[in-house]
Nanobody, 122 residues
Framework: HVQLVESGGGSVQAGGSLKLSCVAS????????MAWFRQAPGKEREGVAG????????FYGASVKGRFTIRHDVAKHMLYLEMNGLKFDDTAMYYC????????????????WGQGTQVTVS
């Protein structure tokens, strides 16, 4: 059983920065793609960024490209999301996820999810 635990969320003013972290409890499951998703109240969960385990290729949602950076530390089972230039529309619950395919950041391709960490931009 894989556990994903996110941290680093909080409240920040527009234009500010936050760094989210996610730790995976085990490495026995194949992590073909690790990703961040977010869900705002009344909206569907959307893919924010993903990173392929095999070669480190990164994928970003259009609304965050150029502002957010996803990184992973394979040895430590860690996933990070560095968020700069935060906007009000970035307010959401952010989830760490493991799946089998990154391109398109389709949530149907992800079977393991964390509980989420809240990011609020004012």
């Amino acid at each position: 059983h894989v556990q994903l635990v996110e941290s680093g969320g909080g409240s920040v003013q527009a234009g500010g920065s936050l760094k989210l972290s996610c730790v995976a409890s085990t490495y026995t499951v194949s992590k073909l793609c690790m990703a961040w998703f977010r869900q705002a109240p009344g909206k569907e969960r959307e893919g924010v960024a993903g990173i392929a385990e095999r070669d480190g290729s990164t994928f970003y949602g259009a609304s965050v490209k150029g502002r957010f950076t996803i990184r992973h530390d394979v040895a430590k089972h860690m996933l990070y999301l560095e968020m700069n230039g935060l906007k009000f529309d970035d307010t959401a619950m952010y989830y760490c996820a493991i799946g089998y395919e990154c391109p398109g950041l389709d949530r149907d391709n992800f079977g393991y999810w964390g509980q989420g960490t809240q990011v609020t931009v004012s």
